[in-house]
């Protein structure tokens, strides 16, 4: 294949990357169902009828962010491949699938905020999002057929690859914890977007650039 043709694919595997992330995202919020309070005609009632709901919605808030952060790394990978192959597509595609899933089994834990089992494969789900990201960029990876940047480093591999490994060992735990109580469920996930804000640093995006044919 042509570098001009594996170019190409990588734009346009990028740009329905973009779309599916952006389309998960929205099907989060179109999952809300907007409750009727046309009874309530006291601000002290009003108000609190506001905090039970965003209370009952903290789910969503948990797996809006879990999908935000991996759309973040998402680019960051992305960033360090100039070019892809048929194999890396399709790598890709199950792992954008997984994503599409989430809102899937979002709606059904706000219809039965209660119901083990619905968390428990939410928690699947998200480990086979992080597995599939894994297995995307240790094949990019591989030099056999090695789809990085020439100026990605080792440590930069390596870095990316241990930040992959996160979210999967969380929704491990959180698998596991669901059993226990759904708050513990809750609290596991709620590190996915705090350990992403306390890395050390960004993975550097500075690959974007114009590839010889």
């Known amino acids: 294949m042509k570098n001009t043709q594996a170019k190409e694919w990588r734009d346009r595997l990028r740009f329905l990357a973009d779309i599916i992330f952006a389309t998960a995202m929205t099907l989060m919020v179109l999952n809300i169902e907007v409750p009727q309070f046309g009874h309530i005609d006291k601000t002290g009632e009003l108000a609190k009828f506001l905090i039970q709901q965003l209370m009952s919605m903290g789910s969503f808030f948990i797996i809006f962010l879990v999908i935000a952060v991996y759309w973040i790394k998402h680019l960051e990978h992305f960033s360090m491949i100039p070019f892809v192959n048929q194999n890396f597509i399709w790598l890709q595609l199950i792992f954008l699938a997984s994503i599409l899933l989430l809102p899937f089994w979002n709606a059904y834990i706000e219809v039965f905020s209660e119901n083990v089992a619905i968390r428990f494969f939410l928690s699947v789900n998200m480990l086979l999002v992080g597995v599939f990201s894994y ?9 056999k057929h090695r789809l990085l940047h020439s100026e990605v480093t080792t440590e930069e591999l390596k870095e990316a690859k241990m930040q992959i490994l996160t979210e999967p060992i969380i929704a491990a735990l959180a698998a596991g914890l669901a059993f226990i109580d759904v708050l513990y469920w809750d609290l596991a996930f709620i590190l996915v977007p705090i350990l992403f804000a306390l890395r ?8 974007f650039r114009k590839t010889k044919s």
Request: a positive charge; charged letters at 20%.
């Open 135 to 143: 297995l995307s960029l240790n094949y990019a990876s591989n030099t």
């Open 200 to 207: 050390r640093r960004l993975i550097p995006i500075k690959y």
